[in-house]
C-alpha cells in the first residue's frame, strides 16, 4: 500500500463473505457490491469465487477510481458503474444478482480526505458531497434552508435533542456573514449546546454533520427506494446483506426485510393462499454487531448493524 493511497479494513469481512458464500456458489455468479467504496469486500470475494463476475457501483467517481487500481487484474471481472445505489437497476439490465451489498454510510476514504469535509474533526469546506457531481452542499443547506426546516433535519436524521437552539444560531450567523467551514461550524454548535450536554455522549458536532451529510445526499431516500429493488433483482436462493452504521438506516433496513419475510395470507386462514407466501427468508437473528475484537482493529464497526436474508428458491422473481 503506498503512502498515498487509503487505509482501508473492510467491516465485518469474514461474515460478509460466509453469509454471500452459498449464494455465490451458484454456476457463473453475479454479486452486485451497490457500495464499492474502495472494494475492500469486492476484493475478498473475487479472490474466493474465480467465476464471479461483479457489478460495482458507487456515486463518488473518485472511489471507484481508486477500487479500480486496487483490485488490479481482478478489475476485468468487475463492470464499474458511477451511480446512486438506487439507480443498480439500471446497470444490472435484465440479469438477476446471486448476491447484493449494501455496505451504507460515509466511507473511510471520503472520512480521509479533509477537503470533502465529511469530518468535523478537520478543517475542511463545508461540501459533504458523496457524488461531486451533484449540486446541493452542506455550505447550500446551512446558508438557505429556513430555521425551522434545519432543526428538522437536524432532528430527524442526526437525532439532535439540540436541533432548534442549533438551527437558531445558524440563522443568526449567517445573517452577518455565511459559515465557511467545518471548524466555524464546530464552534457554533459548540457554543449553542448546553455546557452539561456536553458532558456525555461523543463530539458535541457528530450528530449535527451527520444530519447534513444525510441530507446533502438524501442517503435515507435512496436507501428506502434502493431496497426494494434489490429485493427484487435477487435469483432465487440469492443473497442480499447489508450494512447499516445509524439507527435510521438500520430501522428501514429491518422494516424492508420484515415485510419480504412476512407472510401476506390473513392469520387465521388453514392454508397459504397462492401468491401470498413470504418470498425472503431471514439469514440473521435480528441485526448482527461486531465483535469487540474487531472494533478494537477497526474503529468504524463499532456501531455496524448486519442485517441479510435470502430468497426462497420457490418464490417467483418479478422483474
Known amino acids: ?10 467491516v465485518l469481512l469474514h ?6 458464500a452459498p449464494a455465490l456458489s451458484a454456476p457463473n455468479p453475479v454479486l452486485v457490491d451497490a457500495t464499492l467504496g474502495l472494494g475492500g469486500h469486492t476484493k475478498a470475494l473475487l479472490e474466493r469465487f474465480p467465476a464471479l463476475r461483479v457489478v460495482g457501483v458507487d456515486r463518488d467517481e473518485k472511489a471507484i477510481e481508486v477500487a479500480r487500481a486496487r483490485l488490479g487484474a481482478l478489475a476485468d471481472r468487475v463492470r464499474f458503474v458511477h451511480a446512486r445505489f438506487d439507480e443498480v437497476e439500471h446497470a444490472l439490465g435484465d440479469e438477476a444478482a446471486n448476491g447484493y451489498l449494501l455496505d ?6 471520503q472520512l480521509d480526505q479533509a477537503q470533502r469535509g465529511f469530518a468535523y474533526s478537520k478543517e475542511a469546506p463545508l461540501d ?17 434552508y429556513e430555521e425551522r426546516e434545519l432543526a428538522r433535519v437536524l432532528r430527524t436524521y442526526g437525532e439532535e435533542r439540540f436541533a432548534s437552539r442549533i438551527a437558531a444560531a445558524i440563522v443568526r450567523r449567517r445573517s452577518t456573514a455565511p459559515l465557511s467551514s467545518s471548524a466555524e461550524l464546530v464552534r457554533l454548535i459548540d457554543d449553542a449546546i ?7 455522549g461523543g ?15 438524501d442517503e435515507l431516500g435512496s436507501l ?10 435477487l435469483a432465487p436462493s440469492g443473497r442480499i446483506v447489508v450494512l447499516a452504521y445509524q439507527s435510521l438506516e438500520d430501522r428501514i433496513v429491518k422494516e424492508a426485510f420484515a415485510r419480504a419475510t412476512t407472510s401476506r395470507t390473513p392469520i387465521g386462514l388453514p392454508v397459504e393462499l397462492p401468491g401470498f407466501a413470504a418470498e425472503f427468508v431471514s439469514l440473521t437473528r435480528g441485526a448482527e454487531l461486531a465483535s469487540d475484537e474487531e472494533i478494537a482493529q477497526n474503529s468504524r464497526a463499532a456501531s455496524v448493524r448486519l ?11 418479478d422483474r
Do not use: W, Y
Not at 1 to 10: K, N, R, Y
Not at 15 to 20: C, G, K, N, S, T
Not at 104 to 109: K, N, P, R, T, W
Not at 203 to 217: D, S, W, Y
Open 1 to 10: 500500500m503506498s503512502a498515498q493511497e487509503p487505509q482501508h479494513v473492510p
Open 15 to 20: 461474515r460478509v463473505v460466509q453469509l454471500l
Open 104 to 109: 451504507l454510510g460515509v466511507s473511510s476514504m
Open 128 to 144: 459533504m458531497r458523496m457524488d461531486s457531481s451533484a449540486e446541493l452542499t452542506a455550505a447550500e443547506v446551512l446558508a438557505t
Open 194 to 200: 448546553p455546557a452539561k450536554a456536553k458532558r456525555t
Open 203 to 217: 463530539h458535541p458536532a457528530k450528530r449535527t454533520f451527520q444530519a447534513l451529510r444525510v441530507e446533502v445526499n
Open 224 to 233: 428506502r427506494a434502493a431496497l426494494p429493488k434489490a429485493l427484487a433483482a
Open 307 to 317: 442485517r441479510g436474508v435470502e430468497r426462497i428458491p420457490h418464490a417467483e422473481v
